[in-house]
């Protein structure tokens, strides 16, 4: 049979790590973070990063294992993820994968393959000369479609799909595509946890007011002071890139928690897109469920006990067979 592995996600601000928490008591898991942030040490409070007073008993990983000034990219995730996964499944426990990062869960359950590519072509400096605006406008028109899955402002994911553009002479919208159909090498349980948006965003509004309150601006400054700048991989994300210009003086701290409020908005709308593209995803709207952590719980327990069987079945089938 294939190795069991399970995998709970959704929007920012949804309530994914309460209810993984209770998920990997129920079914002996350990959580590994799908999250591009919380692998940073020293980036506990803009990340939403479980603490480990918070984690009761669960083992987790790939969190608080970096230094901010150190790449990390989907490639590195998959290789990293797929060794926690390998220790977790020694240890007789089932890997719980967590966040909110649906590029890099797709990555690990698809084993995608990131070899088409270099990663750093010739073609890069060039490319980085240009301006943000200018590197977008050059992917709508290479691949209108990857164009609509990036961030404008995410600088060096949109350098990325140019480079695959250029080098290969195919569209990477195109290359993505086929690894998410790609079979999986593991049996795996894909729940998206959902809420309703007018909610959801209140709850992203009152997570950004709350990081503000413990701390975030004295966060980004102790980083920034370590020589981190919005170039760092590290510090392009959500509530780090915005409050740069609050700390050299070019923004009021109010605009700048605006823009942390309406870009995490945005953010968690891409997610949902996302998710919504990816096949035999089980979708949990907390709404239908009455808000109760509980009756989430034993739904997700009961689809995971169905996914096991069916899974035995085909193992017994094929076994038959041959």
Same mark, same amino acid.
């Given at each position: &049979?294939?190795?069991?592995? +399970?995998?709970?996600?959704?929007?920012?601000?949804?309530?994914?790590?309460?209810?993984?928490?209770?998920?990997?008591?129920?079914?002996?898991?350990?959580?590994?973070? !799908?999250?591009?942030?919380?692998?940073?040490?020293? &980036?506990?409070?803009?990340? #939403?990063?479980?603490?480990?007073?918070?984690? %009761?008993?669960?083992?987790?990983?790939?969190?608080?294992?970096?230094?901010?000034?150190?790449? =990390?990219?989907?490639?590195?995730?998959?290789? &990293?993820?797929?060794?926690?996964?390998?220790?977790?499944?020694?240890?007789?426990?089932?890997?719980?994968?967590?966040?909110?990062?649906?590029?890099?869960?797709?990555? @690990? @359950?698809?084993?995608?393959? =990131?070899?088409?590519?270099?990663?750093?072509?010739?073609?890069?400096?060039?490319?980085? $000369?240009?301006?943000?605006?200018?590197?977008?406008?050059?992917?709508?028109?290479?691949?209108?479609?990857?164009?609509?899955?990036?961030?404008?402002?995410?600088?060096?994911?949109?350098?990325?799909? *140019?480079?695959?553009?250029?080098?290969?002479? /195919?569209?990477?919208?195109?290359?993505?595509?086929?690894?998410?159909?790609?079979?999986?090498?593991?049996?795996?349980?894909?729940?998206?946890?959902?809420?309703?948006?007018?909610?959801?965003?209140?709850?992203?509004?009152?997570?950004?007011?709350?990081?503000?309150?413990?701390?975030?601006?004295?966060?980004?400054?102790?980083? #920034?002071?370590?020589?981190?700048?919005?170039?760092?991989?590290?510090? $392009?994300?959500?509530?780090?890139?915005?409050?740069?210009?609050? *700390?050299?003086?070019? &923004?009021?701290?109010?605009? #700048?928690?605006?823009?942390?409020? /309406?870009?995490?908005?945005?953010? !968690?709308?891409?997610?949902?897109?996302?998710?919504?593209?990816?096949?035999?995803?089980?979708?949990?709207?907390?709404?239908? =469920?009455?808000?109760?952590?509980?009756?989430?719980?034993?739904?997700? +327990?009961? /689809?995971?006990?169905?996914? @096991?069987?069916?899974?035995? %079945?085909?193992?017994?089938?094929?076994?038959?067979?041959?």
């Amino acid at each position: &049979m294939r190795k069991a592995c +399970l995998v709970l996600t959704g929007p920012t601000a949804v309530g994914k790590t309460r209810l993984s928490l209770a998920l990997a008591h129920r079914i002996r898991g350990s959580v590994i973070s !799908a999250d591009s942030m919380q692998v940073y040490r020293g &980036m506990d409070i803009g990340s #939403a990063k479980i603490l480990p007073e918070e984690m %009761e008993g669960i083992p987790h990983y790939l969190v608080d294992v970096l230094e901010p000034e150190e790449e =990390f990219h989907v490639a590195r995730f998959q290789q &990293m993820a797929k060794e926690a996964m390998e220790e977790i499944w020694a240890r007789g426990r089932i890997p719980i994968l967590t966040g909110g990062t649906g590029f890099y869960i797709q990555a @690990l @359950l698809k084993n995608v393959d =990131f070899s088409d590519s270099s990663g750093a072509s010739s073609l890069r400096p060039e490319l980085e $000369k240009l301006g943000e605006e200018a590197l977008y406008q050059r992917l709508l028109e290479k691949d209108p479609e990857a164009a609509e899955a990036i961030h404008p402002h995410n600088r060096k994911r949109v350098i990325r799909a *140019l480079e695959y553009c250029l080098e290969t002479g /195919r569209k990477i919208s195109d290359h993505n595509q086929r690894e998410r159909q790609r079979p999986s090498p593991y049996c795996c349980g894909y729940f998206v946890l959902n809420d309703e948006r007018e909610k959801l965003y209140r709850q992203i509004d009152r997570r950004v007011d709350l990081m503000i309150e413990k701390g975030l601006v004295e966060e980004v400054r102790r980083l #920034a002071a370590r020589g981190l700048t919005e170039e760092n991989t590290s510090m $392009k994300g959500l509530g780090y890139k915005e409050l740069f210009p609050y *700390l050299r003086g070019e &923004m009021e701290l109010d605009e #700048a928690v605006r823009i942390i409020k /309406r870009d995490t908005r945005h953010f !968690a709308k891409r997610q949902l897109t996302w998710f919504r593209r990816e096949p035999d995803v089980i979708w949990i709207n907390k709404q239908e =469920f009455g808000y109760s952590d509980e009756k989430i719980l034993t739904y997700i +327990l009961r /689809r995971w006990q169905e996914i @096991l069987r069916e899974e035995e %079945e085909h193992e017994s089938r094929t076994v038959q067979h041959v």
